[in-house]
C-alpha cells in the first residue's frame, strides 16, 4: 500500500462527505424552519453510518447539532 496516495484520497472522501453533509444539513434545515416544523433554537440529534465495501466497518457516529 502506497501511505501517500492512501492519505490523499482518503483525505479527499472525507473533504466530499463533509461538504456534501454540510450543504444537506443546511438545505433541510431551512427548509424545515420555512415549513414550520423548526423554530430555529432546537437541538437536533445527528446520526452518520459509515460502511465501507469489502471492509468489516460499521461505523455510526453520533452528536447534536444546536440550531441556536
Do not use: C, H, P
Not at 8 to 33: C, D, H, N, P, Y
Not at 35 to 47: I, Q
Request: proline fraction near 0%; charge should be negative; avoid cysteine.
Amino acid at each position: 500500500m502506497n501511505e501517500e496516495t492512501f492519505n490523499m484520497e482518503l483525505r479527499k472522501f472525507l473533504k466530499k462527505v463533509g461538504v456534501t453533509s454540510q450543504r444537506e444539513i443546511e438545505t433541510a434545515v431551512r427548509a424545515a424552519i420555512d415549513a414550520g416544523k423548526l423554530n430555529g433554537s432546537e437541538t437536533l440529534k445527528a446520526k452518520v453510518v459509515l460502511t465501507i465495501d469489502g471492509l468489516d466497518l460499521n461505523q455510526e457516529i453520533a452528536g447534536d447539532i444546536s440550531l441556536g
